[in-house]
């Protein structure tokens, strides 16, 4: 038998979380997962994929190292992606600013890639790999300097 909250009637370990908690800690009417938050968790979620399938794959001494490498950075994107849904993150700070930058990464990789499959303009050979990181990596770095000098603004939205 589950012991239950005596005043609300919920399952004890749900009776520590209020019902009206939000995500940033705050207590209201409850947020609801908005499409922003959900694409900066699939964004993290595919950039966290890409490094630790990536690095399983490259670092493990055997032939077929991907077997290992690519569940595993499935399984670490999804942990990303949870983490990234129920984090508090407060528009503004340098967490959301580098989830951002991160979740940039993992789509500026998806875009060349899906540039590259459908050729399009010749495109495909005309970057390596590495390329695509570097490329990648310097968007993220744009967006997080960016937000950062967006929240230094005085009157800024966040």
Request: hydrophobic share 55%; charged share 10%.
């Amino acid at each position: 038998m589950k012991r239950r909250d005596p005043v609300q009637g919920r399952p004890w370990a749900l009776a520590v979380v209020p019902r009206n908690a939000n995500f940033d800690g705050t207590v209201g009417p409850r947020d609801s997962v908005s499409l922003r938050r959900a694409l900066l968790a699939g964004g993290l979620g595919l950039t966290t994929l890409l490094v630790v399938g990536g690095l399983l794959t490259a670092l493990l001494p055997f032939e077929f190292s991907a077997l290992v490498g690519l569940p595993g950075g499935v399984v670490a994107g999804l942990f990303a992606v949870l983490l990234a849904l129920g984090a508090p993150l407060r528009p503004g700070t340098p967490a959301a600013r580098a989830v951002a930058a991160a979740a940039t990464v993992g789509y500026v990789v998806l875009g060349l890639a899906a540039l590259s499959y459908a050729n399009l303009a010749g495109f495909r050979g005309a970057l390596s790999v590495t390329q695509w990181l570097l490329v990648a990596v310097l968007a993220g770095l744009a967006v997080y300097a960016g937000l950062w000098v967006r929240d230094r603004r005085p009157g800024s939205p966040t």
